[in-house]
């Protein structure tokens, strides 16, 4: 399914939905994200409530399978300062598949700004819930704890 806006929310159904409105968004942010991952639990799970810190810097998912906590990105580094809050769609439910996206400085692969995009299991709204500047070093790296 293409993105689909109904009143001032887009829904889609897959992740490539997530990842175009996470790129729209980090176009219009002016730090066009180019690299990406979908989140995905040990136990092979790919649902999870997020809650996050962008002050601090910080994001948590927590897998609505096996119950286990994630820090995403480099998250743990910035544990000490955070107050994560729970993330909630528009229909109040708070269990979503998560596509992180970051932008890198020109010319490196070092990540610049980091996103967190979230699609609602329940309605299929897609959007970015959480974003904020991320000196976190390599993007690959990074993006393989999300």
């Given at each position: 399914m293409a993105l689909t806006k109904k009143g001032e929310f887009w829904y889609g159904t897959t992740s490539g939905d997530t990842q175009?409105?996470?790129?729209?968004?980090?176009?219009?942010?002016?730090?066009?994200?180019?690299?990406?991952?979908?989140?995905?639990?040990?136990c092979g799970c790919?649902?999870?409530?997020?809650?996050?810190?962008?002050?601090?810097?910080?994001?948590?998912?927590?897998?609505?399978?096996?119950?286990?906590d994630h820090l995403m990105g480099d998250s743990a580094d910035h544990m000490d300062n955070a107050a994560p809050e729970a993330h909630e769609c528009v229909c109040e439910?708070?269990?979503?598949?998560?596509?992180?996206?970051?932008?890198?400085?020109?010319?490196?692969?070092?990540?610049?700004?980091?996103?967190i995009a979230c699609h609602c299991v329940e309605c299929n709204l897609v959007g970015v819930f959480a974003d904020w500047q991320c000196e976190a070093g390599d993007a690959a790296t990074f993006l393989a704890k999300v």
């Open positions: 175009a409105e996470l790129r729209s968004y980090s176009v219009a942010n002016r730090h066009e994200a180019v690299r990406f991952a979908s989140s995905q639990c040990d790919r649902t999870f409530a997020l809650q996050t810190d962008e002050e601090a810097g910080v994001a948590i998912r927590t897998c609505t399978d096996c119950g286990q439910n708070e269990v979503f598949e998560l596509v992180s996206g970051v932008s890198v400085h020109e010319g490196t692969h070092d990540v610049r700004w980091y996103y």
